[in-house]
């Protein structure tokens, strides 16, 4: 088990009071059996009246609402986790599900069918294209190794781009620039899973990354349903398995739907965004 703290701050700065309307915050971890919340505290100036739900998803959502007029929105989460995921490599799958092609069960299918909505025709024959430079025509492979090819090819091969415009680039995008974001190389990677006849979903959430000056980021990668296993998740921007240093918060079918914080203002006055993520472990 690894511990670690988080600390998430986002100032949001205006040139004049403006009226703050609803915020929608993403910022609780998926609680289940590989990762339990110690503690959670969430600070936000002005004071708001914040209600929780989760939506269809399972995603914990605050809403904060507020009444009076402001000039600086600032939210401060900050949160304990154990991570149990140590071991991203240790699942079964079922046996049916082991060597790509399968299909799913009747059952999983109506389950899993919003996961395995295709792009358009164009973007499907590209991808078929390019995936099936992976492996050989009729080469007996297993499905993780499939995945595994795949993630471990946008690594090796497109350029990690950080991106400060919102908004996820297409998989013809990314591929046409070789070049993409986190999130833009988890949209890839989903479309390539689909285009395999497997459900992928988006997932949002915090890296421990040392690498970095702060050392931490939000995050984005992607999510597979594995019979047998579940949902695993694959981060093509490293080219690896989800592990004990990925924290998820939110997850979706599509990739635009868990932004951590979103929501909306009324007035006209220029507004500057500053965002802070600090990932520590813990003893």
Known sequence: ??????????????????????????????????????????????????????????????????????QQLVFESELIIEQ????????????????????????????????MQLPDLDTQQQLKQWTGQLWQAGEKIQTYTALQRIASQIFQNLSYKVREEPGVQTAKETLACNTGSCRDFAQLFMDAAKCMGLAAR???????????????ATHAWAEVYLPGAGWKGFDPTIGEMAGTDHIPVAVARLSKSVPPIEGSFTGEPESSLDVGVWVSKLL
């Open 84 to 115: 149990y995921n140590e071991s991203p490599l240790n699942f079964m799958v079922a046996d049916y599900a082991i060597n790509y092609p399968f299909s799913y069960t009747q059952d999983d299918q109506v389950l899993l069918s919003p996961y």
């Open 1 to 70: 088990m690894q511990r670690y703290k988080i600390l998430h701050r986002t100032y949001y700065n205006f040139s004049d009071k403006v009226q703050l309307g609803p915020h929608y915050l993403r910022l609780r971890p998926r609680e289940d059996y590989e990762l339990r919340i110690e503690s959670f505290s969430l600070t936000i100036t002005p004071s708001a009246n914040l209600r929780w739900h989760r939506d269809a998803e399972g995603n914990s959502v605050a809403t904060a609402t507020f009444d009076a007029p402001a």
């Open 202 to 216: 988006f997932v949002t959430g915090y890296l421990h990354a040392p690498g970095l000056d702060a050392a931490g």
